[in-house]
């Protein structure tokens, strides 16, 4: 994989859509229909990215008390759902995550 | 002048508090993406010339996972898609800003900065929003750039910090940035159907799971939007 074509095709990907409407205004409309549906893309592919790794890390499936990743995983979802905000629930999840793995 | 330069200034000084709080990001991304085999320049660049966190930090996940190029690009497309919205927002306001400088603010348009813009936008409308949002997207951007630069660095210093579990580091901020939202059934079931096709389609190769799980996550919720809508429609 060539950096250059790594970047390049990412670049396009965003500017794309930010340049969207600000350069070619005049041309384009929103389909609300899409608005509607990208509000549920960030919990979409955040979650289809966590699942297959916090289950199984090394590629094998380990639901256990055992696996670190799925342990902390669980720890940050928790204290981020429980107090709302985001470096707290990542200070204690890591902390878990390295006790865990070096006690 | 002085209002332009005001402006600048303001838009920069109240773009701090996020600048501060993408610190730890920046870093981390940094790290990741020299522990993931990008080297320090790469990493660096990809911050100069995509600048997008959530998507630079996802495409870090990828390419250690062996995903192929298209699905990298099409992943980035994906998860950036909600730029369009911010653009679309700040565009009725940008009509006499000239072409080059509309150009350079989409460039810079993140979450962050269009949090930014759109609350002046609110507060004060149209008054130097160019200026302000110079402010805020050049100052956004150095921020970006330093700490990733950081990152990379302290990456390249540490090669061990690979096998430290920072691929947890990344899972971990995923997890405590969708938490929250959980507390409605929709993103549940939208959490639910990526989780579960992202689990079964994991085997496929280029990381293919991952696309067909977010859009069966999307599908899911626009299923459950329906469902509501025609509920209180029947109510």
């Known amino acids: 994989m060539t950096i250059a074509a790594l970047l390049a095709g990412m670049f396009l990907a965003t500017y794309l859509t930010r340049a969207s409407f600000l350069v070619f205004g005049h041309r384009l409309r929103f389909p609300p229909a899409l608005k509607a549906a990208l509000h549920h893309v960030p919990v979409a592919v955040l979650t289809a990215i966590i699942v297959p790794e916090a289950l199984a890390p090394g590629g094998q499936l380990d639901v256990s008390l055992g696996n670190p990743w799925l342990v902390g995983t669980v720890v940050a979802a928790v204290v981020a759902r429980l107090s709302g905000h985001l470096l707290l629930s990542l200070a204690v999840s890591f902390a878990a995550f390295g006790l865990m793995r070096w006690w | ?235």
Request: net charge positive; glycine share 10%.
């Open chain 2, 1 to 235: 002048m002085t209002t332009v330069r005001h402006a600048l200034y303001a838009g920069a000084r109240d773009a701090l508090p996020l600048m501060i709080g993408t610190l730890p990001f920046g870093v981390i991304y940094g790290t990741t993406a020299v522990a993931a085999g990008l080297s320090p320049l790469a990493a660096l660049a990809m911050s100069v010339i995509v600048f997008a966190g959530s998507a630079q930090f996802i495409a870090v996940s990828l390419i250690s996972g062996g995903a192929a190029l298209p699905v990298i690009w099409l992943t980035t497309f994906v998860v950036n898609l909600r730029h369009a919205l911010y653009s679309a927002t700040v565009h009725p306001a940008a009509h006499g800003w000239g072409l080059r400088w509309r150009a350079l603010v989409a460039f810079w348009l993140t979450d962050e900065v269009f949090a930014v813009i759109e609350k002046r936008l609110m507060e004060r409308g149209n008054d130097a929003l160019l200026p302000y949002a110079l402010g805020a997207g050049g100052g956004f951007y150095l921020n970006w750039l330093t700490w990733t630069a950081i990152g990379a660095w302290l990456g390249q210093q540490f090669p061990d910090l690979a096998g430290w579990g920072l691929d947890f580091a990344m899972i971990a901020t995923f997890a405590a940035m969708i938490a929250p939202q959980l507390r409605a059934p929709t993103p549940v079931v939208v959490a639910l159907a990526a989780g579960t096709t992202a689990w079964l389609a994991r085997g496929l190769p280029f990381k293919l799971g991952l696309i067909l799980a977010a859009f069966a996550g999307v599908a899911a919720g626009v299923w459950m939007d329906h469902r509501r809508k025609a509920r209180e429609a029947a109510a």
